[in-house]
């Protein structure tokens, strides 16, 4: 058990339907990252949250948004969603920054099946 | 750009044998190199990481990796193999975002299936 914990485990919903995700980070982690993991394009990084700002983005649609909260959990919020949204969502996070002998943690992710 | 790459989809071994789970590397800089394990329906779990110095680093669970400069590599290996071991392995590279923060960048997997 990696600390991260994600809910819901499964959502399925129908296209052009939004969607929210949630995210609580390890105790005394102040970021939280969020990947998405699908067939076609992999595992890929989509934003990063810290201490309650956003701090990078990466491959992330506009159509997806995320936010920080005071108590440090995040959500990541789909919306207009397409059948190409389906996939697994991880969230992990990181002590501070982030900086480059942090490890990230992986939570067990949300699998989102679009209908 | 900072990636890797994991040639085998998949690796087959007999149980008890010792295991290799391929990963190369291109970075500009130091590397920051991870491996990760997915077991079916469950979360990415860390194994383990190079940062700097010695170059055979060992992880969770009996794993180790074996981080090969001048060929590029960042091979996990595992002296004998166990059924239990079977899951899908990620090779990961740190890239740098801005204001020292970082994100992964995965290799595509590599299928570990060890039969008894």
């Known amino acids: 058990d990696s600390g991260v914990t994600q809910t819901p485990k499964h959502l399925i919903t129908a296209t052009g339907q939004r969607v929210t995700l949630r995210c609580s980070p390890r105790?005394?982690?102040?970021?939280v990252y969020w990947y998405q993991q699908s067939l076609d394009q992999g595992l890929q990084f989509l934003i990063q949250?810290?201490?309650?700002?956003?701090?990078a983005k990466g491959n992330i649609l506009e159509r997806f948004s995320a936010q920080q909260f005071p108590d440090l959990h995040s959500e990541l919020n789909l919306s207009s969603l397409e059948l190409g949204d389906s996939a697994l969502y991880f969230c992990?996070?990181?002590?501070?920054?982030?900086?480059?002998?942090?490890?990230?943690?992986f939570g067990p992710g949300t699998r989102l099946l679009v209908l | 750009a900072q990636s890797v790459a994991q040639p085998e989809d998949q690796v087959n071994v007999a149980e008890g044998n010792p295991l290799t789970v391929k990963c190369t590397y291109s970075?500009?800089?130091?590397?920051?190199l991870f491996w990760y394990v997915q077991y079916p329906n469950r979360g990415l779990q860390f194994l383990l990481k190079?940062?700097?110095?010695?170059?055979l680093v060992k992880g969770s669970y009996g794993f180790e990796a074996e981080f090969n400069k001048s060929q590029t590599s960042f091979h996990l290996k595992k002296p004998s193999a166990l059924v239990s071991d079977s899951a899908l392995y990620f090779c990961?590279?740190?890239?740098?975002?801005?204001?020292?923060?970082?994100?992964?960048?995965f290799g595509s997997g590599t299928r570990l299936l060890v039969r008894p």
């Open positions: 105790s005394g982690d102040l970021s």
């Open positions: 970075v500009s800089g130091n590397p920051y």
């Open positions: 990961a590279v740190r890239d740098e975002l801005m204001d020292s923060s970082y994100k992964l960048i």
């Open positions: 949250y810290y201490n309650g700002e956003e701090r």
């Open positions: 190079y940062i700097t110095g010695d170059n």
């Open positions: 992990a996070s990181s002590v501070e920054g982030g900086g480059p002998s942090a490890t990230q943690y």
